[in-house]
Nanobody, 120 residues
Framework: QVQLVESGGGLVQAGGSLRLSCAASGTIRFINVMGWYRQAPGQQRELVATITRDGTPNYADSVKGRFTISRDNAKNMVYLQMNRLKPEDTAVYYC??????????????WGQGTQVTVSS
């Protein structure tokens, strides 16, 4: 099985920065896509950014130019550098990973989430 553990959330003032990290562990053959999603109170979970194994990123329009996603394939980790944070970025941020287990079964796993709060 696969476990995802996020870290790096917290409280920051508007205009500040945070860096989220997510570590994947388990019987992983390889991870194809890794990404970050977020869910604000009363809202549906939404895409923030994803990145393919070859490093191709995809961003939600609301974070383009402010957030940067990156990954380390050797360590099975994905990062989200968040700059110029806004109060509307406040949400629980979830890590996601999709790939193959060592037994060639596909997986699609979510982390437990990390709270990001941006004060005005």
């Amino acid at each position: 099985q696969v476990q995802l553990v996020e870290s790096g959330g917290g409280l920051v003032q508007a205009g500040g920065s945070l860096r989220l990290s997510c570590a994947a562990s388990g019987t992983i053959r390889f991870i194809n896509v890794m990404g970050w999603y977020r869910q604000a109170p009363g809202q549906q979970r939404e895409l923030v950014a994803t990145i393919t194994r070859d490093g191709t990123p995809n961003y939600a329009d609301s974070v383009k130019g402010r957030f940067t996603i990156s990954r380390d394939n050797a360590k099975n980790m994905v990062y989200l550098q968040m700059n110029r944070l806004k109060p509307e970025d406040t949400a629980v941020y979830y890590c996601n990973a999709q790939g193959l287990l060592s037994n060639f079964n596909a997986f699609n796993r979510w982390g437990q989430g990390t709270q990001v709060t941006v004060s005005s």
